[in-house]
């Protein structure tokens, strides 16, 4: 809530190159636009993936995860999980659905905030949706196996007060205008993860709420392009700059300029590949071949031709077999059967490792 005050965003100056950053960032949104009129079929590919790969990052930096094959299988038929990180994964995928279907029907509020982490745990036998009942510190591992604590959030006892008093500010300042989202947004998220108001999950609602409001404010890149994954590939530049700008925030005396640096960063990083994504789709390699190729990467390691179809219904199945028969010659596919029958399956499957950042109390960045 410290970053959301007026007189204090008012002492924040901005430098010259976070100016520029914010010009490029509308500059891609502009286009943006463009090409949600032009390549639906392209964008309604590149939306599936990215559900999936944000749902693996965002659980996965906090060692949420399980092995690949199961995973791809609860993307494309969620489930009844079999275990907590199953339950886990199910619940994050579930709230990101509802963000992208309708982020405008979610308010800024502490109800939405807490329904959000209920959700996330709703198959476990953990109670969600309740604010830390005790004190938490950020800690991190260091290579020699010693942790360390990086920040101590707010006290338990004080989380109610500083959680409302952050999503008023917000809202207050949102309506006004007068402040870019740019700016609004990243503080927003920040102070959310300095507040650290739940004893888990504050990581994955951390990323929930970014891309909300990114979807609220038309920056709606995160529906397309996953912005949990490409914060998971710079995740020590993340861990940094959360650092850097949340010493003296207690007194006020922080610097929100690298946590402003990083976000703005991820942000064109996403568009810049958005771009690029599509314009290989619709120009390099033919936009049927190429959808049919990213629908395969993305369903589970046994499918029908049945299933492409669904997905890619613009192809037809003459093209999907012709797709299918070369990656099956390049050795990325087999086949047993044939006919509407036969069942292709992926050569070749991995699991993935586990994170190493904690918070005492089981109260990580999750």
Same mark, same amino acid.
């Given at each position: 809530?410290?970053?959301?005050?007026?007189?204090?965003?008012?002492?924040?100056?901005?430098? &010259?190159?976070?100016?520029?950053?914010?010009?490029?960032?509308?500059?891609?949104?502009?286009?943006?636009?463009?090409?949600?009129?032009?390549?639906?079929?392209?964008?309604?590919?590149?939306?599936?993936?990215?559900?999936?790969?944000?749902?693996?990052?965002?659980?996965?930096?906090?060692?949420?995860?399980?092995?690949?094959?199961?995973?791809?299988?609860?993307?494309?038929?969620?489930?009844?999980?079999?275990?907590?990180?199953?339950?886990? &994964?199910?619940?994050?995928?579930?709230?990101?659905?509802?963000?992208?279907?309708?982020?405008?029907?979610?308010?800024?509020?502490?109800?939405? &905030?807490?329904?959000?982490?209920?959700?996330?745990?709703?198959?476990?036998?953990?109670?969600?949706?309740?604010?830390?009942?005790?004190?938490?510190?950020?800690?991190?591992?260091?290579?020699?196996?010693?942790?360390?604590?990086?920040?101590?959030?707010?006290?338990?006892?004080?989380?109610?007060?500083?959680?409302?008093?952050?999503?008023?500010?917000?809202?207050?300042?949102?309506?006004?205008?007068?402040?870019?989202?740019?700016?609004?947004?990243?503080?927003?998220?920040?102070?959310?993860?300095?507040?650290?108001?739940?004893?888990?999950?504050?990581?994955?609602?951390?990323?929930?709420?970014?891309?909300?409001?990114?979807?609220?404010?038309?920056?709606?890149?995160?529906?397309?392009?996953?912005?949990?994954?490409?914060?998971?590939?710079?995740?020590?530049?993340?861990?940094?700059?959360?650092?850097?700008?949340?010493?003296?925030?207690?007194?006020?005396?922080?610097?929100?300029?690298?946590?402003?640096?990083?976000?703005?960063? &991820?942000?064109?990083?996403?568009?810049?590949?958005?771009?690029?994504?599509?314009?290989?789709?619709?120009?390099?390699?033919?936009?049927?071949?190429?959808?049919?190729?990213?629908?395969?990467?993305?369903?589970?390691?046994?499918?029908?031709?049945?299933?492409?179809?669904?997905?890619?219904?613009?192809?037809?199945?003459?093209?999907?077999?012709?797709?299918?028969?070369?990656?099956?010659?390049?050795?990325?596919?087999?086949?047993?059967?044939?006919?509407?029958?036969?069942?292709?399956?992926?050569?070749?499957?991995?699991?993935?490792?586990?994170?190493?950042?904690?918070?005492?109390?089981?109260?990580?960045?999750?």
């Amino acid at each position: 809530m410290h970053s959301l005050d007026a007189d204090f965003l008012k002492r924040q100056a901005l430098p &010259i190159e976070l100016g520029g950053l914010l010009q490029k960032i509308g500059e891609f949104k502009g286009r943006q636009e463009l090409f949600e009129h032009q390549t639906p079929q392209v964008l309604e590919t590149l939306k599936r993936i990215a559900l999936v790969e944000s749902t693996e990052s965002s659980n996965r930096i906090e060692g949420v995860v399980v092995p690949e094959r199961r995973f791809r299988e609860l993307m494309a038929h969620p489930s009844k999980p079999k275990d907590r990180s199953e339950a886990e &994964i199910l619940g994050y995928r579930h709230v990101l659905s509802r963000i992208h279907a309708r982020p405008e029907s979610f308010l800024i509020d502490e109800k939405t &905030i807490r329904e959000i982490h209920k959700e996330i745990y709703a198959q476990t036998d953990i109670v969600g949706g309740e604010w830390k009942k005790r004190d938490n510190t950020i800690e991190e591992r260091l290579p020699d196996g010693r942790w360390i604590t990086r920040f101590v959030p707010t006290p338990a006892n004080d989380v109610p007060l500083f959680m409302k008093e952050l999503c008023t500010r917000f809202n207050r300042l949102r309506d006004k205008g007068q402040i870019s989202p740019m700016i609004l947004i990243p503080a927003f998220v920040f102070d959310f993860l300095c507040i650290h108001p739940f004893a888990d999950g504050n990581g994955r609602v951390s990323r929930l709420l970014t891309v909300l409001l990114l979807h609220q404010a038309n920056f709606s890149v995160g529906r397309f392009i996953s912005i949990e994954r490409i914060i998971e590939e710079s995740k020590e530049t993340y861990y940094e700059a959360l650092h850097l700008s949340s010493q003296e925030w207690h007194e006020r005396k922080h610097t929100l300029k690298p946590w402003w640096e990083y976000s703005l960063g &991820i942000l064109i990083k996403a568009y810049t590949e958005f771009e690029t994504r599509v314009e290989s789709i619709t120009r390099s390699r033919g936009a049927k071949t190429a959808l049919v190729e990213d629908a395969v990467k993305n369903l589970p390691d046994t499918f029908r031709i049945s299933d492409l179809e669904r997905i890619c219904r613009s192809v037809s199945r003459d093209m999907i077999r012709v797709v299918l028969n070369r990656l099956r010659k390049e050795g990325h596919l087999t086949c047993k059967g044939t006919g509407r029958a036969a069942v292709w399956e992926k050569r070749g499957n991995k699991t993935t490792k586990r994170g190493n950042k904690r918070s005492n109390n089981s109260s990580s960045t999750k």
